[in-house]
């Protein structure tokens, strides 16, 4: 289905996150993509223009509009340079400026340019500070990644679904979350300096949902009792938060304290599979810290937030340290913005909502402290996310059956209203999604025809975009500088650490 006229990283990973088919030959693609020169165009002919004018722009967010491109991308963090093609005429930037062109090319096929390259966005640029919508007196933040990677993704594919629709053709990918479920559920706990007894409150409220949540304890707070707490942790999946709260700036400390971490957990009976850095801290050093230790997975919003799995790329190679990632408010953000109950548990049902219509994943976050300090809140988020999405899943068990999904392969083959899908190997709970404008339909994963007309379509759940968002990107001075003493407050707590 998709050919890369040139070989990138960076785009690979982002086709194979969305599941969608590679082309071997020319002659079998309906895209041909092209990145260089500091953009990324997608055409229905293999006759690429090398680049398309444009006029290099300081870009801060992208808005969307109401073409079909942007459904439920919702305002997309770039913060970046681009290049904006000269004919661009949908999306609009944060100065109001058209971001790409969608139209005909010089003959009679489409053409779609992207005023970037997924090798310059996509790679870790580090994190900034991010405020998200709420009806509140304030407006929670957070530090997160600098580019928004699950609104770059959803764009791209966005893009790659208007080329094919261009032609009659259902854009096609493989499904985010397993056969027969909406989207998947979870919740992940992080123990930071709850107390034994927080902990042990907050499983029962796990107990009484019924519910496998996924906790990273932080070891040092547990001396004697670590094996009393595991057992009051029966049944829920365990993994590593750290040992002692901090991120170091060297790999040589940054070890001990994760390797002390999972050494008292394997005493304690656990073997961690799982890790999740200390404020959604990741970078390469950690990353390389993960892998020598045998992680199968991390869990960082300072890499991405609401988003699918992904593997970073390091030294130009993918991490085998998968990222699961979270959405990064939690409820001590809510109460810092001064929101009553009520308004939270309506916070949380809209992220629910909006995941659930992109079909991806719903993974919330929290801590013991907070879940404790307002029971009533959590149980009806829990309670909403599981009746609307229909499962849920532990971090773990989602990462082995996305494990399962890279290893799938299939190819497909376009004829007047057919498609013929050979599945090399597919996998009995994967399915196929297609998408045509504006209608979706799902099938099994295996070898067939599929008669466009014969497939059972339904529409595609669309969560307007509410153009409230842009006024979070915002920062009154008096955050910055709230932001900035926390820093430093981090820096002066590792220079007098001593490990």
């Known amino acids: 289905m998709v050919y890369l006229k040139d070989q990138d990283i960076y785009l690979n990973s982002l086709l194979r996150q969305e599941g969608v088919p590679f082309a071997v030959e020319e002659t079998d693609a309906r895209i ?57 005429n949908t999306g609009k930037t944060d100065k109001g400026q058209n971001f790409l062109y969608q139209g005909e090319d010089n003959g009679s096929g489409q053409l779609i340019v992207l005023p970037f390259e997924p090798k310059v966005l996509l790679r870790h640029r580090g994190t900034r500070l991010k405020r998200f919508l709420a009806r509140g007196r304030r407006l929670p933040y957070e530090t997160v990644a600098t580019a928004d990677r699950g609104g770059l993704r959803r764009l791209f594919a966005g893009c790659l679904r208007a080329i094919l629709n261009f032609q009659n053709i259902p854009y096609l990918h493989l499904s985010y979350v397993p056969k ?111 892998a020598e230790l045998g992680f199968e997975y991390s869990s960082e919003f300072g890499y991405s937030y609401d988003d699918v799995p992904s593997r970073p790329i390091v030294n130009q190679k993918e991490s085998p340290v998968m990222q699961i990632p979270v959405h990064p408010i939690s ?11 009520k308004r939270m548990i309506e916070y949380y049902q809209r992220v629910i909502d909006l995941q659930i219509a992109r079909g991806e994943p719903c993974f919330l976050y929290d801590h013991p402290d907070m879940i404790v300090r307002y029971p009533r809140v959590i149980t009806e988020v829990l309670k909403y996310g599981l009746e609307r999405c229909g499962s849920f899943m532990t971090l773990g068990e989602y990462c082995r059956w996305w494990q399962q999904r890279e290893r799938v392969k299939y190819s497909c083959r376009f004829n007047e209203g057919e498609i013929d899908l050979e599945a090399a190997n597919g996998i009995s709970d994967i399915n196929i999604v297609l998408k045509y404008l504006g209608k979706m339909a799902t099938l099994p994963l295996t070898t067939q025809r599929i008669d466009f007309d014969a497939l059972k379509w339904e529409p595609v759940l669309v969560v307007p975009f509410d153009r409230e968002e842009i006024r979070t990107k915002s920062y009154p001075l008096k955050l910055r500088i709230q932001e900035m003493v926390r820093q430093i407050q981090r820096r002066l707590q590792i220079k007098g650490e001593m490990v």
């Open 32 to 88: 041909f993509i092209n990145t260089r020169n500091g953009q990324t165009i997608l055409s229905t002919t293999s006759d690429l223009p090398k680049e398309v004018l444009g006029k290099r722009v300081r870009v801060k967010f992208l808005a969307p509009d109401k073409t079909e491109i942007f459904f439920n991308t919702g305002l997309v963090d770039i913060n970046a340079w681009c290049l904006i093609p000269k004919s661009a």
């Open 180 to 290: 027969g479920h909406r989207s998947v559920f979870g919740f992940r706990i992080d123990t930071d300096f709850s107390s034994p007894a927080e902990i042990i409150a907050a499983a029962e409220i796990a107990k009484r949902l019924k519910m496998r949540w996924t906790w990273f304890l932080r070891t040092a707070t547990f001396t004697n009792d670590i094996v009393d707490v595991v057992k009051v942790l029966s049944g829920q999946e365990i993994q590593l938060h750290c040992h002692r709260h901090l991120i170091y700036p060297d790999f040589e400390r940054n070890y001990r304290n994760f390797s002390q971490g999972v050494e008292i957990l394997k005493r304690a009976g656990v073997n961690p599979k799982g890790v999740a850095a200390p404020y959604g801290i990741w970078n390469e050093t950690l990353d390389k810290v993960f």
């Open 331 to 341: 409820l001590g953000r809510l109460a810092w913005a001064k929101m009553d109950e």
